[in-house]
């Protein structure tokens, strides 16, 4: 359904329609990125740019984006999305047309730094929990709300990754031990005595024979809480 709401960075308190696209535990909306974009920070080419968005991930992944909201500003349509940017949590407006067709999950993913646990909620029910390592207090696993950016498997036998490694929209302002460095993962380890607790640079790190079953239930774009 199509509402009104009141926008004045849009241009000149401008009304406009808008359509909520996620709630997060019951159903969010992800999309591919299929034009590179600026993300600005309200829906007009005229507002401030808070980055630029490529095709892929710093792993080579299509680039995905969780949406947020849409809105109809003077005859064009904007999404409102979550960005995976520096600083880490910040949320964006780029063009629809440079997203693809809107994908669906009811899945939604919430980690605490503190409990040092994990937990996968389907349609409103938690269905996964296991206890996990985050960021040490030199390099801390950052706060707020990003999500599952791409998924990672054919890491070797004995890896610090484990056999499976999901990459998210978080990214440190330090190296982190992902790959390419600087993005948050969520990832297996070959030091499973270190969990829990909080030996990492930034990443989440979970038992191997708990992320194969996280893997069996977690699909890209869920949306991500980390508290």
């Known amino acids: 359904m199509l509402t009104a709401l009141a926008l004045p960075a849009a241009g000149q308190g401008a009304r406009v329609k808008?359509?909520?696209?996620?709630?997060?535990?019951?159903?969010?909306?992800?999309?591919?990125?299929?034009?590179?974009?600026?993300a600005y920070a309200a829906p007009s080419r005229h507002?401030?740019?808070?980055?630029?968005?490529?095709?892929?991930?710093?792993?080579?992944?299509?680039e995905l984006l969780f949406e947020q909201q849409r809105v109809l500003v003077h005859g064009s349509w904007w999404v409102q999305v979550r960005l995976p940017l520096r600083?880490?949590?910040?949320?964006?407006?780029?063009?629809?047309?440079?997203?693809?067709a809107p994908q669906t999950v009811h899945t939604y993913v919430v980690v605490s730094t503190e409990k040092m646990t994990l937990t996968l909620?389907?349609?409103?029910?938690v269905i996964f929990v296991t206890r996990v390592g985050t960021g040490k207090p030199s390099t801390p696993t950052p706060h707020g709300q990003f999500y599952i950016r791409d998924r990672l498997t054919g890491f070797g036998a004995?890896?610090?990754?484990?056999p499976l490694a999901f990459g998210t929209s978080a990214l440190s302002n330090v190296e982190t031990d992902w790959p390419g460095g600087g993005v948050i993962g969520?990832?297996?380890?070959?030091?499973?005595?270190?969990?829990?607790?909080?030996?990492?640079?930034?990443?989440?790190?979970?038992?191997?024979?708990e992320i194969v079953q996280l893997g069996r239930?977690?699909?890209?774009g869920t949306p991500l809480t980390i508290e």
Do not use: M
């Open 18 to 38: 808008r359509q909520v696209l996620s709630h997060p535990g019951f159903i969010s909306t992800w999309a591919y990125l299929e034009s590179p974009t600026d």
């Open 121 to 125: 909620y389907r349609d409103g029910k």
């Open 217 to 220: 239930l977690l699909p890209i």
């Open 186 to 209: 969520i990832h297996g380890t070959n030091e499973p005595s270190l969990i829990p607790g909080h030996p990492s640079h930034g990443c989440i790190r979970v038992p191997n024979w």
């Open 87 to 100: 600083p880490a949590g910040q949320i964006g407006w780029v063009p629809k047309r440079t997203l693809g």
């Open 158 to 162: 004995g890896s610090i990754y484990g």
């Open 47 to 62: 507002a401030r740019v808070l980055g630029y968005l490529r095709l892929t991930t710093q792993d080579g992944t299509s």
